[in-house]
Each structure stands twice: as C-alpha cells, then as structure tokens.
C-alpha cells in the first residue's frame, strides 16, 4: 500500500538535483518532508532539499537555484497562496528543468490558474498514475528543459508498482526515443501528409515532446500512460470528459474521457476522442471556487469542435462538481434528461456544494490576543485590510499582503475622490447653506479620528434629506463608507520574514501609504535552534528601519505615524493548547536575552532632530546591536534625505571630551597655519600604486604640519606649468626595463626634448625626488643600470634644466628590509627640514588608506555606486572602488594595452572594456548555452572568446554600455557571472572524466553543490545587473551567511579531481576534493586536500607558490559543509592587512597545517577519516575520441589556450557553432582550457566527425610539448600583464617542438605553461617548465615540476629572452632524450640531471634557486 504523496515524494527524491518543498506553518512540517527523511536513510542519493514556508516565494527560491540544476522539483499542496505565486514567476520558470508536484484535495481551482503559464500540465487521479506520471514529468523537464505541472490526487491505499532507486537515473538520461510517427497517427504535422514546409505550431511541439517522453515512460514502466483515455460506450450519444476525481460512471451510450494532460491538448486528440455519433459533450469538473464563466477545458473543447461543420458539431454543457460522492448515475442521467443550458450548471446539491465553500481562516487562540488589542485601541477605526472574513468572498488570496496592499490602495483612491466631490460640493452655488456649512466642517476635520466620522454621519443625514439632487451628491453618498478616517492593519505570520525582498510586504513598505503591518512571530525562544536552516528568517524590523522613513515597533501599538509602520509582535507558542504562562515564560525568555529586544524606531522625530530610536528592553540581539553600533541609521537616512544630514549630525549628541578635542585640533591648526611656509606640490608616477601611496602619505603629511599641500600625477604637469612652481616633491617608480610608469611618461619625454634643446626653464624650482625600485627586479650585472632609472635620470634632467635640488634624492628598494619604507624614512625628514617644519609633533592619526577591506564593508553588501556608475555616460569607466566591487559579480574593468600610449598622446582617457566571466560550476554547459555565449561574444564583447583555467567563459572587450545587455543575456540560458572574481570562492572546477558518466554526473553535481553552497547570498547582483526589484529602499539587510561584510580576505579556488587524472591540478587550489571510487565504481568520499596557491609577486620572497596538502577523508554528504568549514577558517584567520600575504596557503603556513586542521575538525564537529590511497598521472586532458560506460561517446578537442575564434584556415568558433546547433549533448570546458563535446548518441557521431572535420577541429596532429601546453591571457587585455603569454606561447612552441622534433620526442609530453605576469592564473609553479612574464620579451624560467601536479618548479633564471630560453633548452632536451630513463618525465629529469633542485615546500621556494650548466655563472651573479 502506498499513498500518491510518498510515490511522488520517490520519483522527485530519486529523479532530482534540488527539491524545493513547501511547508506549513511551524511546527508541522510537511508530508513530503517526512517522506524525504525515511528516504535520506535508505537511498544513495541526496539531492539538495530546500525549504519555502508557506506565504513564502517559492518562485524565487526556485529561479535561484533551478538553473546549476540537472533537474529541480518543487513540492507542496495546491494551496492557492503558493499557486498565485508560482504564476507570477511561471514566465521565467518555463524554460527550467522543473517540475512542480502538487497535491490536490478535491478541488481543481486553484491548481488550474497554471493551466497555461507552463507548457506542460498533468493531472494524475490514482496513486500508480501519481507515480507513472512523477517519471514522465521529471523525464520531460530534465530532457527537454521545460517546466511541467504535475497536479494529484493526494488519494491512499493504493496499491503501486514503483520503479526501482536504480533505474531512475538512467530513466532520466537514456536516449531521447523517436516520437511516433506523426502525431494521431497520421503522417507528418497536423494530419498533413508530411510537407516539409508545414508551419508547425508551437502546442504541436509541445506535444510531440510530451509524446516521446511518455513513450521513453512507457518502454520502461510498460505501463500505459495515454494523454486521454476513453471507456463507456464506443457509439456513444454523449461524451463526458472528466477532470477530477470521477467515479466510474456506466451508462448506456455514454462514453467517459479522463484527461491526464491537459496542456498542451490538441484539437485534433480532442476530436479523435468524440465519434460523430455524439451528439452531446459534458465536461465534468471538480471546481468548488471556480471564479470565471468558462474553465480552460470548456474552451479547449469549444475551439476543437469548432474545426468541425457546423452540422456536426456535438452541444457542450459544462458542469462543476464538488464531491465525488454526487457524481452519481442518477444525477448523471437527470443531466442528461435536462434541456442543454449554455451557462454551467452545479452538480448535487446547493448544501452538498456550500460544505465546500471556502472556509474561514481559523485565527489562533493566543493571536487573537493582539487583534483584540487592536479593536480596544481603534474601535470602529480599525479595518483589517486582509481580514480572513474576506476569504468568504475573495478566496483565499485575500489573506496575503498583496491583496491587502491592493485593497488599501482602491480604498484611499476612493477616499481621495470623496473628498474631492465634496469639494466640488462646496463649489455648487445651489448647495444649502446648512450643507454648505457641514461640507466645510467635515473638510476640515476629515483627518481627525473621531471627527470626522461624527461629521461625517451629520453630513450624509443632511444629504439624504436634501431635497436637491445632483450626480455630485449621488457620487457622495456611493462614496459615504470613506467618511471617517480608518487604521488600516495587515496582519501577517513571520512567514512574510522569509523573503522579505521579494513579498508583498516588501511592497507594502515601500508604498509610502498610510498603512500599518503587525507582525506576529510564534517561534518560541527555546526553540529558535531547533528552527529549520533553511527557513532563517530576516529579521522585518532592520528591514524596515532600513528603509529610513518607517515607523517600528517591536511589541508596542502605536498610531499617529502618517505613513507606514510595523510592528513586530512576539507571541511565541507551540501550539493552540499551549497555556498562558508558557507563553509569558517564552516572552520573558526571549526578551531577557536580547532575542526579542522591545523597540521604537520613529522617523518623525528625527526629523525634529530627537533620537528616533529607543529601546525599551535590556538586552538587544547582535544585528540590532551591530545596526546601532555602525549608526548605520544615520547614514541610510543621510542618503535617502540629504538635506537632512547636517541637523542630523549636529543633533548627534556632542559630548565634552568631543568638543575638547576638537578645540584643542582647532588651536594646534591655528599655530601651524601661521607659519610662512611656501606651498608644497607632490608629484607622483605609478604603475601598481606603491609610489602613489608614498606620495599620498607625503602629502597628508605635508598637510598635518601646516604646510599647503596639493599633490597630482607628473603628467598631470607641462614644463610650463611646472616652470611656476617652487617646491615640488617627484615620487616615481620604474615599470619595464628603466621605464617611467604610465603616468609619467610625457612630461619625461618632455623634460628630455628640452635638454637636448639645452633649455633651462625651472630656474624658480627647487625639487627632490623619492624613486622607488626593485635593485634584483634586473638580476644581471650588465642591467645594474635600470635599478631606480627613472627617478635617477629625473634628478640629473632637472638640475640640467635649471632646477635646484633642496634635498637629494631618496632611493626605495623593494629588496630592503622593510621595502621602500626602508629609504623613506630617510629622505623624508629631509623635506621637512627644507620646510622648517621637522620639529613639529604631528599628534593627529593619518587617515587610514582605503584598502579592499574598507570598500568591501561600505559596499552595501557588494552595490557601492556600480548601478550609478553604469548610468553615467561621459566616461568608459566606473569608480576605481566599484572596479574592486565589480570582480564580485565576475566582472574586470580593463583597457587595451595595446593603444594606451597612443589614447594617452590623443589626451583621451585610455580604451576602457570589460572583462566578464562566467560562473559554471564543474565546467558543463548545454549547447543552447554555448549557442548564447557565442552570440554574446559577437554582439558584446570582441568577437572572441576564452575558454579559461578555471573552466568557464570569459569575454573580453566588452564596452560599459554593454555590460547589462551581456549579463542579462547571459541569465537568459540560466548562467551568471555571480563569484566568478572577487574575494569569495569562485568557480568550481571537476575532471572532465569521458569514461564514467555515472562518476561524471556523481563529481559534476558535487561541483554544482558546493557551488551553491558557497554562493554570495547579496541580492545586488539580481538588483544591478537583472532589474530585479529594489529591495528597501536604499539600504538593504541583507544576509551573507557565511561571508559576512567583509568576504574573503582574498580569493579562494576549489576543485574535484578524479584520480588517475589530474587535469584540475588538484594540488594549485586552495582546496581540493580527490574523488575516492568503491569497488562498484561509485563515488565512495573525497580525500581532502587544503593550502594550494599559485600567485607570487617578483622579488618579494615573502610570497611563494604552495602545493596543497592532504589533510583526510570526507564523505560526500561532509563535502559541501568541510568546504564551509575551511573557508570559514581562512576568513576568520587569513591575513587582512596585507592582500600579497592573504591566501589560505599563507595561513596555514603561519597557523601550522595541524592547528589548521584542528581548527576545521572542531567547526565541523568530527574529524576527517584517514586520507584513502590514491594514484594520479596526468594533468593533462585526454584528447580524442573515447566511449563512457554507457556507451554515450565524446570527443577531446585540442583549443590552443582555449580561445575560441575564427582564424584563416580555422573556423574554430564557427565550427563550435555548427556544433552547437545540433548537438543534444553538453559541453565540458577543461581547466586546460579546451574542450570536450560529451554525451553524443551513436547515430549522432558520423555528422559530429563531418562538422569537425570540416572546420578542421578534429585535428590532434600535434607535438606532444603544444598538446600539454598552457598559457593566460595577458596582453592586451589583462591589466597585470607585464609580458605577452596567449599570443606568445604558441609562437615560442613553434621552435621548442623543433627541438624535440630533432630528439626524437614528437610525442613526448612535456608539460610547458606561461603566464604574462606572476600572478600564474595557468598555473605555471607546477609546470615542468614554465615562464613568467617580467617585462616585454622577458621571463623567469622555471624548472622541475611533477608532471601531474604533484611538485613546485623553481626559478632557473630570473630572466631570459627568447635566444636564452632556446639556448638553454636545446642541450637540456638533448640530454634528456638521450639520457631518461624508462617513463621518466622531463620534471623529474632535470631534477635528476642536477639542473635544478627539487623544491619540497613552498616555503623553501626561493632557496637554491638557479642550476647547472654554461648559466651557472650568471645564476651565481645574480
Ligand atoms: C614590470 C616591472 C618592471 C620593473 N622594472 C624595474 C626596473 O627596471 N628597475 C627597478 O628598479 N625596478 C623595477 N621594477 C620594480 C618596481 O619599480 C617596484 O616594485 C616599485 O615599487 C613599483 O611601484 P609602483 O607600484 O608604484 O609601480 C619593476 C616592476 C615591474 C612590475
Ligand atoms: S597570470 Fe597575470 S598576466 Fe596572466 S592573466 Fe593572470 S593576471 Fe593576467
């Protein structure tokens, strides 16, 4: 015996990625839930389950996580508050893989208002049906990727034959079958025999998916599954089509269809099923609240009957139904007797029908405490705008907070025009002037509570008696209910806290009406734990202050605001029964503790200048708390009312030791002010900002010691200019070999041009120069001369000039102790005492640079000004703090290196785009997606785009304006860009695994949940780039769980690899899940890797590359919250003051790997099991053809550097295109950056291979070095780039593989990557040989990794160019195909030969650098 709901629970559990279940109001929990639970104990699988309460948006849980979904089911009752919302959201659901189970109970109404929003609809009426139809809907949705509706019968004790855990899955992604031939049996579309020109329409389509899904059902289950099923009479005289749950109906010449599909339905189905013997069609349908004349069924039948002549076109009579227990032959039969009606009739009885109208919300015993109080407090006044009284009449939306806000909004609407008629009134000269009189009194009084209704009610008796009539009185008099003034109330359950965003009350705050919400949250204090994770409430009260100008109240009515309000009431009870005290003792728990602090947050006294909050209780809960510690009520209202902020911040409450202060600064300004010296300029060039720092830090402190002081870039000056100044300060670095920096390369030109012209214009100026430099940046002593170049070269050209030098110059090293800093503080004494202002004390702190943790915390949860930003249209560019935003949301603001001097030289602002990337999760994407990227690509960015070493996509080019365009182009096909930078885990990376697709999907949806998991939970990414609605106002709560304001302290990279290959170097992430497979060949657990990182910064050896370490065991179920853990224990421990030291793998080297450990096992609660034997050995991708285990074939293409274009002689991205248009399969992007076209069907292989072979994609004729070769982006558009990498390496290849050629070694694999900068975003540290770009044309050389990742390489020399690199590598490869020994790989060989040491930790990087051979001298030297 089995119940409808537990099947369907089955199916949805077993078939599904993510569930997404609705539940009743605490404490019950719903039917699913339970069956969801015995299921975790049983079954392997486990799809992530989310929660929505009731009254919450089930809509916007489901587009938020439906599209990292194989397939999302939603599970709930077909109450009509959670259909109504569904229908809202059913645009934009349509296209996901979804299913939506719900559970009827004798009434179809509600249900129904989907019937056409989604393409498909079921209805199931047994418990087998439940479950054959469960299967069809979820093959349906996943394979077609379209939402289906399946509505049953929540019926029991039935016995079902249900499908075996095993057979589910391969259910859901067996090959697509061929549909019948043609739909109703004829050939081609629409019983047309089969032009290829016939337009078919879209409900055609539909079904013809709809059909070949139910004939996948039914080869599997061999149970029929029919869209329509007839029994009764064959030659009937009537047809009944049923819907609902009909009894067997056995009546002479009648004939029953009972429909288990009911959209998309076809005329044509519909006419098969009516023979022409019918003369009669009753359509009989469970409906008890069916609002409209005609149902969506009646006018289904209606338009099909239409396509018949007029002669034969049978009369339909609609008839609704309540109970089952009336369709009975007899009423059948007195139907049948009765003359047809054209209006639908009832059938039973009207008692029989009025037990099922809708029935009155029950209010709780305990919450009718707080209406009471309410009705004690405004008497007549109050009026409950979603009174559960008005269920009777409206149904059952009128309770939710929509209905409410609508119906105050008619009422006001309605009040305003009454006091405009009876303005009119006052105008008409005929008007008495008793009347007269009573017009103007209740004009004036018509905002006074009590007045204006006992005015009211004068006024309405004078006008009824009055013997004049005129539409203004009738219009009056129609309007009289909206004489006296009213308290509107919602009354709402803390259901509306779930998403407060996206509900109505959201709306309802924001509508700035004179409107009050009561809150009343049950939850008892002692069970606040016990509350369901997923359903964490927002809190409504921040919410509301939030937005600035709502009156608040936690536990207090209260009503003279002119405005909204809410009020938070806390009333916490188990159940009805729970007694009196116990709900006191709740109270008082909750109160005591801070829980439920007691509150009032009142807007109109601030304006008066009075403290606007004030707290009624003791204790206050930690978000309240952090709210009134940030004063963050001040800068919200600040922002919202400008013109208020001086009164606000003057009114903040001085106290004495303030004022004191501030005399005591104001004195010490006064004496310094009157010193007389000169005005100080600070001029600065920088590249990376260090020396713009130091400039800064010149100026602010010029200015604490009096001076006046103004500071700009170098070129921000002409000769001219400069000729007129007295004293200025030059800071300036080197960038390039003995370059200026960018911004200091004119007047630098400048300054030469005329002391080759033996000019000698500054002889006002006296100068000094800071110059900042790397003295190893250049290693080899002929290039000892580009230490410091440009600021020594600018002390020379000055005095040459004319200028005096009042302080010599400073030189900063990088390789000093303590950096730059170290010859800083020698020099800038220096200037203060040029200045006469060395002896002056300088008490004031200096104001703290804006580092990335200052803009994260302001950011508002990561909105800063970008939405401004994006608006404004006179620069390419957005605000330098939004560009640290943007990366959050995936986003790079970059420029076209390429034209930077030659904008500059224009005087325009240089070439600004954007970077985008795209988050996918375990690198898999459809072609529908692919399709779109390409499109982007073309429309948006520069026609090209990257397939990148974190597996996703990543345009370039892309113009601000197009920014929002591409983002919401890219949400289109359920893909974002959320995470895909920025201080926060970003995008998740999996093996690409061909052989097993069993372990693919296992690794992949592994990939996808801790994706999720780990997801930012700010909504500014939907508000800024989608549109989506503004949430409160200006300022948001919102909520990052495991972020909080201030993020990562830097990023933070996860991958999943599953040994033998190691193609996601496992080892370069900062933490990494090594898949452990059981004998069966199933995913067992991970062994859990931490501390991995690639970036390092030149010549500073406080940065270093790190492999990551093992630490344990994991299951699979542990994975998702061991990553939380460890993230959680890098953002508490990593080093925040510093970005260059902040990666985890610097944490745990500072902690000690084991205290790390400990630290994650006791947030865990448990320790890792021991780590599980392992073998890897590859990194590299498995090119060409290969078949997985079930029998689905894919194909490893080689993309060099993964980027995708069209070049002479190779299409690429048009291939790729082609490929897309017709490939029912996905796309896996390789962290190598290339690309594997997967799931291919067998028929589908021979016209893959020809599209392949046609753009020349098939080719893997390659040497073994190119095949394993890796590079980044670089230049142009990489703004980090200090050398070429993508458009290099493969030139470099070019005469490296001729090398190997001559060696014999064509088809060895040598892993080579580069990197334009060392940053190493292709992972070059663990690469057997590696270059990082240090200037144009020059690297560092590395040597000696593993060859699956296993071990760091090691600087061989700090720069070479390419004659070095090939001077060097050709003995180095000589000697290695002569002398390796058997399967030796060129890492371990030179390690072996002694050219280079093997480096055992990161910390030990930088030790015995160099090596071997005829560059051992140079090595030395440097
Ligand atoms: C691409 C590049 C080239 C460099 N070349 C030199 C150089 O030739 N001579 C030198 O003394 N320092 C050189 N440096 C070191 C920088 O000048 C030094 O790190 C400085 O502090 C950077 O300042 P900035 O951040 O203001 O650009 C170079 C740095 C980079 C990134
Ligand atoms: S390694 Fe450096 S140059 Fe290359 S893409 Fe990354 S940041 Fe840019």
Redesign the pocket.
Known sequence: MSSATSSVARVAYLASDIIVDSQPTLPSTSQFAKEYSSLSATSSRRPTILSVPLGGDPGSTLLRNGSAAGLISFTSSAAAQTVIRLVLDAAELSSFPLVLHLAVKNDLSDVLLLHSAVPFFLISRTPQQAHDNSLLASRLARTEKKAVVHAFYDAKNDSVEEISESEVQPFLLSEKLASTNGVNGHNGANGHNGHSATVVSPSLELFKLYERAALSTVVRIRRACPPLSVHGSSEPHTVIFGLGDIPPVDIDGVSVVSLSLLTPLLPSRILDVIPPSASRIIILEQLHRWNTKWTPLYLELVDAIHQREVEQRPHIQSVYFSDPAQVIPLAILKLLQAAPSSAPIQLGSASASSLLSPEVPHIPKHESSYTKILSHVFGERLEVSNSPALVLKQGAIATSPEFALGRVRGQLDQRNELIRSVQKLLEVKEVSPELHKLCSQWVLVKDDDTKSRSVGNDLITALESSKSSSPIIDRILALRAHFPTRSRWIIGSDAWSYDLGASGLHHAIASGLNINILIIDTLPYTSRNSADPHRRKQDAGLYAMNHGDIYVASVAVYSSHNGPSVVLAYLPYQNEDAPALEVLKETKLAVDAGYWPLYRWDPVKEAQGKEPFALDSDAVKNDLQQFLDRQNHLSQLVRSKPELATELVSSLGENVKEARRRKAQQAYDDLVVSLDAPPLVVLY?????????FAKRLANRGKARGLSTSIGTIDSMSIDTLSQEEYVAFVT???????P?QNGRTLFKALNAAALRGEKPFSKLRYSVFA????H??PRAE?AH????PGKDLDTRLEQLGGERFADIGL???QDAD??DTGYKVWEPLVWKTFGVDNIEVKEAEPDPITNEHIKAASGYLRGTIAEGLEDNSTGALDPSDTQLTKFHGIYQQDDRDIRDERQAQGVEPAYSFMIRVRTPGGVCTSEQWLQMDRIADEHGNGTFKITTRATFQFHGVIKRHLKPSIQEINKVLLDTLAACGDVNRNVICSAIPSSSRLHAQVYNFSKLVSAHLLPRTTAYHEIWLDKKMVAGEAVKDFEPLYGEFYLPRKFKIAVAVPPTNDVDIFANDLGFIAIVNEQGDLAGFNVTIGGGMGVA??NKKTYPRVADVIGFCTIEQGPIVAEKVMLTQRDNGNRADRKNARLKYTIDRMGLDVFKAEVESRLGYPLAPARPYTFDRNIDDFGWSTGDDGRHHVMLFIENGRIQDEPERDFKTGLREIAKIHKGTFRLTANQHIMISEISTEDVPEIKRILAKYKLDNLNYTGLRLSSSACVAFPTCGLA?AESERYLPVLIDKVEKICEENGLRNDSIVMRMTG?PNGCARPYVAEVAFVG??PGSYSMLLGGGYYGQRLNKIYRETVSEPEILAILKPMIKRYALERIEGEHFGDFVIRAGYIAPTTSGKEWYDNMGGEGQYREAAAAA
């Open positions: 060039a920088s590249d990376g900002g260090t020396a713009e720092k670095s080197v960038a390039g070999q003995g370059e920096p900042l430099g790397d003295s940046y250049w290039d580009y230490y410091n170049k900063g090293d990088d950096g730059p030149h010549g200090m900068c240090k200037a």
